[in-house]
């Protein structure tokens, strides 16, 4: 049973840091992309950041450059997400994801390039 668990959100001021883990397990991950998304109240679900699992290629929604980092921990089967110099409006419930592989990397900014999704953590940055 494929199961990816995030952890690590809550509530900090503006311009405070958060990390977000997301534990994978249940298959072997290894060559998959691993992404994470956001959705805020009202507001259809965001691409925030992917990496494929055991290369170098990262991906970031333009908002978020500079500010977050996504890594892996091939180890520790985990992905993380950095998140620095927080704005309220990354309020959101954060949600990690894996997908196959692919050759067109627009896929990756979207919902439909994943196939598991995790149960999702709060981040609430207050002003």
């Known amino acids: 049973q494929v199961q990816l668990v995030e952890s690590g959100g809550g509530l900090v001021q503006a311009g405070g840091s958060l990390r977000l883990s997301c534990a994978a397990s249940g298959r072997t991950f290894s060559s998959d992309v691993m992404g994470w998304f956001r959705q805020a109240p009202g507001k259809e679900r965001q691409f925030v950041a992917a990496k494929a699992w055991s290369g170098g290629s990262t991906y970031y929604l333009d908002s978020v450059k500079g500010r977050f980092t996504v890594s892996t921990d091939n180890a520790k089967n985990t992905v993380y997400l950095q998140m620095n110099s927080l704005k309220p409006e990354d309020t959101a419930v954060y949600y990690c994801?894996?997908?196959?592989?692919?050759?067109?990397?627009?896929?990756?900014?979207?919902?439909?390039?994943?196939?598991?999704w995790g149960q999702g953590t709060q981040v609430t940055v207050s002003s």
């Open positions: 994801a894996s997908g196959p592989p692919s050759s067109i990397s627009s896929r990756y900014y979207t919902s439909q390039g994943y196939a598991y």
